[in-house]
């Protein structure tokens, strides 16, 4: 079992950032990937950035040139790095992990995930 736990949301003014950060503990494994997805009122999951164990990276469109995720492994922690927010960001937030390197459309889709976090939520007021 792997424990996910978010954390860093908050509130603010379109344009600002926001760092978000999930620390991970339990099991571990050598090949993996970990992901952020958000979910906004009445909205599908949907995936935001994804990176794996061989720092391969990937983003949603919607967030390309200003997310940034990365990875600390020394303190099995997931960081996404969100400048130049948008209303359109607010959401929920959520780290995602699964002990394997998911490939193509996998990185991005939430049933490509075994294990998640309890969220946390970003708002962007215009």
């Known amino acids: 079992q792997v424990q996910l736990v978010e954390s860093g949301g908050g509130s603010v003014q379109a344009g600002g950032s926001l760092r978000l950060s999930c620390a991970a503990s339990?099991?571990?494994?050598?090949?993996?990937?970990m992901g952020w997805f958000r979910q906004a009122p009445g909205k599908e999951r949907e995936g935001v950035a994804a990176i794996d164990s061989n720092g391969s990276t990937s983003y949603a469109d919607s967030v390309k040139g200003r997310f940034t995720i990365s990875q600390d492994n020394a303190k099995n922690t997931l960081y996404l790095q969100m400048n130049s927010l948008k209303p359109e960001d607010t959401a929920m937030y959520y780290c995602?992990?699964?002990?394997?390197?998911?490939?193509?459309?996998?990185?991005?889709?939430?049933?490509?995930?075994?294990?998640w976090g309890q969220g946390t939520q970003v708002t962007v007021s215009s």
């Open positions: 995602a992990a699964i002990g394997a390197v998911q490939m193509g459309t996998w990185r991005l889709r939430k049933d490509g995930y075994r294990y």
């Open positions: 339990g099991a571990t494994y050598s090949s993996y990937s």
